[in-house]
């Protein structure tokens, strides 16, 4: 063989396999898989109806958010996954930093998705909003008595207070959208005034720090809304009251569930059109339905459940913000004797 003609084979095969290489395969394929650190029930709705929509089939794999970024990092180029969904931004943004995630440029999540609940480098987007409020005994506390999460930490509320443990991503991000809100110094005065406040040790979980205020072991404590919901929801006449943090200043800290599509995903167009369609009004009635959490797209209302809650401000600032500051959040509550 001449060389030309060997060289022409060699190009011959090289296009040859750019060609299989590049070929679509999310319609080869119409499955997706999802690793969700949400349990089943809480997206499986969802998936449901964009199997029956669009015929693609979705694999859910759940578990907890640590274990699936883990999974992602090991798997490398090898995983199956399309797309991960994880509870708080705090969360979000760390899968972000250890590069689990792939940046799209999405004109239909940019439109549906608030730009202070999404990455400001596009890598994850919020799909549900949940908002993280203080919640009294109302045998033991008025509205009126309370205002703010600042407040909280007052001498008044001495012994009175009930947190869940400074361990949960939920209170790390609360605290750093106090230190994007106030400064550091600031922000730590206000903790160490919780430490000073509080009834008892910290709790497990927001569950049971609600049931401790309606309990009476304290007058007071902060958890998320969804949690509320669900309770209230078994046992309606417990006397615990709902007040939205902070609406005469920053507004209530909101977080969000939220999702991105994974950095080595093999079916990145269609796992772009699910997440899309996540965030479009179909999808978000849905969420709406499933969790006393609200939908992000703000052209579909909450459910009747938490509208009956009342409207209120939000914080505006960018969730972004309890990730970048999320370090800095454990340090400042390690200091300050918050376990
Ligand atoms: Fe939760």
């Known amino acids: 063989m001449s060389r030309p003609q060997a060289l022409r084979r060699t190009l011959g095969a090289v296009a040859l ?3 299989v290489l590049s070929a679509e395969p999310a319609l080869a394929n119409e499955k997706l898989v999802v690793y969700s650190a949400r349990i089943e029930a809480l997206v499986k709705p969802m998936f449901d109806a964009y199997t029956k929509e669009t015929g693609v089939e979705i694999q859910a794999v759940t578990d907890k958010e640590g274990a699936l970024v883990e999974r992602l990092k090991a798997e490398g180029t090898n995983t199956p996954a399309d797309l991960l ?7 979000l943004w760390q899968a972000a930093q250890d590069g689990v995630l792939r940046p799209i440029d999405s004109p239909a999540l940019a439109a549906a998705v608030p730009a202070n609940l999404r990455d400001p480098d596009q890598q994850w987007f919020g799909l549900t909003v949940r908002a993280r409020t203080l919640f009294f005994n109302t045998n033991m506390a008025k509205a009126a008595e309370l205002s703010s999460y600042e407040d909280l930490a007052q001498p008044a509320w001495r ?3 009930c947190l869940r443990s400074s361990k949960k ?19 730590e005065e206000i903790v160490r005034g919780w430490v ?11 569950t049971r720090m609600l049931e401790a205020v309606a309990a009476g072991q304290c007058a007071v404590g902060i958890a998320n809304t969804y949690y509320y919901g669900r309770l209230m929801e078994k046992k309606p006449d417990l006397p615990l009251g709902l007040f939205w943090a902070n609406q005469s200043t920053g507004g209530v800290h909101i977080n969000v569930t939220g999702a991105g599509l994974t950095r080595h995903g093999k079916q990145p167009a269609a796992a772009q059109k699910l997440l899309e369609w996540l965030a479009s ?4 009635n849905l969420f709406a339905d499933v969790n006393f959490e609200s939908p992000v797209n703000p052209a579909v209302a909450p459910s009747a459940a938490v509208q009956a809650w009342g409207s209120f401000k939000a914080s505006p600032l960018n969730v972004v913000e309890a990730g970048r500051l999320q370090a800095t959040a ?3 509550m390690d200091r300050a004797g918050y376990r």
């Open 159 to 161: 012994g009175k207070l």
């Open 196 to 206: 000073a406040n509080l009834a008892t040790e910290p709790f497990a979980d927001d």
């Open 330 to 332: 454990v340090r400042l």
């Open 169 to 187: 991503v939920y209170n790390q991000s609360l605290v750093a959208m106090l230190i994007s809100e106030h400064g550091e110094a600031r922000a």
């Open 85 to 91: 969904i994880t509870t708080d931004a705090g969360n």
């Open 17 to 19: 396999a750019l060609c």
């Open 281 to 284: 009004p179909r999808a978000q």
